[in-house]
């Protein structure tokens, strides 16, 4: 029973990290060089995207009660976020309205997946509850990027942080030892999509706004070159048709949220 306790714990302590990873750059990021008036998180959407992931697996996957506790307590982390952003936003001088309602949305999904009732039209009610108010975050993140002129929008870019949510999410299913292996193996290639996607799209704003990035080429080609890196990591799971372990993704975590910072530096 004790290795078991131990076991459930430092399944929960690996699932945690990478929250408190992203909210340390997202801090770090505040108390330096931050210029913007009001509280704007880095990997917000990144943290909506990796839960509502998991919560279309407690909503419309067939796991087990194991699988469904497991990934339940390495969700929890995930309110630790929130909280922290809303007490930032609400009690700072960076108040943002828009930032308390996306952090408040972000609450309700945690808690709708805490304590999951065990009747399962009622579970899935209150799942789909989650859901909903997670695509309310989001909205709401979205908006608040509109305010925000081209090239700072980079580096609050959904795109690179749905790629990091992505990950997020592997890495709560790889840790929860879910076996919905067809969805976990649908990752890397949406995983795909959205680098080249974002590719395309940074192409795009950065030929927009020419004369403003000619002196930061290095940094753009360190920016691409990321993608590449990111692009070999999601594409081995798919060739080899196996999943990545908890260092690797971990890894391309890391990678990951290089790519908004990168363009902090801009």
């Known amino acids: 029973m004790s290795d078991e306790k131990t076991s459930s714990f430092l399944t929960a302590l690996f699932g945690i990290f990478p929250v408190l990873f992203l909210l340390c750059l997202d801090l770090v990021a505040m108390l330096e060089g931050y210029t913007f008036e009001r509280a704007l998180s880095h990997f917000a959407f990144a943290i909506l995207v990796g839960q509502l992931v998991c919560q279309i697996v407690f909503w419309k996957g067939d796991i087990c009660l194991g699988q469904r506790g497991r990934l339940s307590k390495i969700c929890r982390g995930f309110l630790l976020f929130?909280?922290?952003?809303?007490?930032?936003?609400?009690?700072?001088?960076?108040?943002?309205?828009?930032?308390?309602?996306?952090?408040?949305?972000?609450?309700?999904?945690?808690?709708?997946?805490?304590?999951?009732?065990?009747?399962?039209?009622?579970?899935?009610?209150?799942?789909?509850?989650?859901?909903?108010?997670?695509?309310?975050?989001?909205?709401?993140?979205?908006?608040?990027?509109?305010?925000?002129?081209?090239?700072?929008?980079?580096?609050?870019?959904?795109?690179?942080?749905?790629?990091?949510?992505?990950?997020?999410?592997?890495?709560?299913?790889?840790?929860?030892?879910?076996?919905?292996?067809?969805?976990?193996?649908?990752?890397?290639?949406?995983?795909?999509?959205?680098?080249?996607?974002?590719?395309?799209?940074?192409?795009?704003?950065?030929?927009l706004s020419a004369a403003e990035v000619s002196q930061s080429f290095g940094l753009y080609g360190g920016y691409f070159g990321l993608h590449l890196i990111l692009l070999a990591f999601f594409t081995l799971p798919i060739l080899k048709k196996t999943q990545l372990n908890y260092t690797a993704l971990l890894f391309t975590l890391g990678v990951s949220v290089c790519l908004p910072n990168i363009l902090m530096l801009v």
């Not at 805490?114 to 993140?141: H, S, T």
């Not at 292996?181 to 395309?200: D, E, R, S, Y």
């Open 82 to 207: 929130w909280g922290i952003w809303f007490g930032i936003s609400l009690f700072s001088n960076y108040h943002f309205v828009l930032t308390d309602v996306m952090c408040l949305c972000g609450v309700v999904m945690s808690l709708t997946i805490w304590k999951q009732p065990q009747e399962e039209n009622v579970r899935n009610n209150v799942l789909m509850m989650g859901f909903i108010a997670g695509i309310f975050g989001m909205a709401a993140y979205l908006l608040m990027l509109s305010l925000l002129p081209s090239l700072a929008w980079l580096q609050f870019n959904p795109l690179t942080q749905a790629i990091t949510g992505i990950i997020l999410a592997y890495i709560a299913l790889v840790l929860s030892k879910n076996r919905l292996q067809a969805f976990i193996a649908l990752l890397p290639f949406i995983g795909v999509m959205l680098l080249l996607l974002n590719a395309v799209m940074t192409l795009i704003l950065l030929w």
